[in-house]
């Protein structure tokens, strides 16, 4: 067998591995969708109209829902920071080193776990969308767009999650250290037009990554102008894809001595 299946060997033995303890271990997938199904759950029943008023469309849950599945796609993302660390910080991995396995491998099934545990919270946060009203107007094609938008950033900031579990000293500093990110989507135009922003925060909206991101994942979905933002949130995810990769293939290579 030559190099590259070996590697692809080893990393789908990673992959069950992980795959197993998320079976074991449920409460981590429903802990990621609940924030974002909560919030869905006020827009729509305990915010009233307030929030749609003056969105046009479809109305604040078609408006809004966008932003919460990439809130949904990046909280599933950044939790394979904790995974990262415990297996660093606990000895796991100075095993694997010893081992006759591709070491990539132990990254790569990190990875491929987070795609897979994070497009199953998508489902379920899209299922309690659809209960509280959201009717998207997207054809087959505009559907498998959203969805390859969607896997592209998971797998984005996957990469960089996995680089803040291995900096991290911790599993606490690894849970904490991402945070701020799940609720970018919200300081963008996930819930309202940034133009409706005071100065200063109107203008970190309107180049940070969500505010594209949303934009175009509501136009494929529900049928608003997608303009530019389609080629610079393909630019965003492959710049976060880039960098999250180097970044976690150069702390993997660091010395053991490192985590112990």
């Not at 590259?4 to 969708?33: C, E, I, W």
């Not at 829902?65 to 990439?70: E, Q």
């Not at 694997?96 to 990190?110: E, K, N, P, Y």
């Amino acid at each position: 067998m030559s190099t590259v299946s070996y590697a692809a060997g080893d990393s789908l033995t990673m992959l069950r591995r992980n795959l197993k303890h998320a079976r074991r271990y449920p409460a981590q997938t429903f802990s990621v969708v609940l924030m974002p199904v909560t919030i869905l759950l006020l827009f729509d029943y305990a915010y009233g109209g307030t929030p749609g008023a003056g969105i046009g469309g479809g109305g604040r849950v078609d408006h809004v829902t966008p932003g919460i599945v990439l809130m949904a796609a990046t909280a599933g993302s950044l939790m394979t920071a904790v995974g990262v660390c415990v297996d660093m910080t606990g000895g796991i991995v100075n095993r694997f080193r010893t081992m006759a396995i591709a070491h990539s491998s132990f990254l790569a099934g990190h990875v491929l776990g987070s795609l897979i545990r994070t497009a199953a919270g998508l489902l379920i946060v899209a299922a309690a969308a659809f209960a509280t009203g959201f009717r998207p107007d997207a054809d087959a094609l505009e559907w498998l767009a959203a969805g390859g938008l969607l896997l592209f950033v998971t797998l984005a900031l996957t990469w960089v999650s996995v680089g803040i579990g291995l900096a991290a000293g911790t599993p606490e500093s690894a849970g904490n250290l991402p945070l701020p990110l799940q609720f970018l989507p919200f300081v963008g135009s996930a819930t309202v037009p940034p133009d409706s922003m005071p100065t200063a925060l109107r203008r970190f909206a309107e180049y940070q990554p969500f505010t594209p991101l949303t934009e175009t994942l509501r136009g494929l979905l529900t049928g608003t102008a997608i303009g530019s933002s389609g080629v610079v949130s393909l630019a965003w995810c492959t710049g976060l894809t880039a960098a999250g990769y180097l970044w976690a293939r150069a702390a993997f290579r660091r010395p053991v001595e490192r985590w112990r």
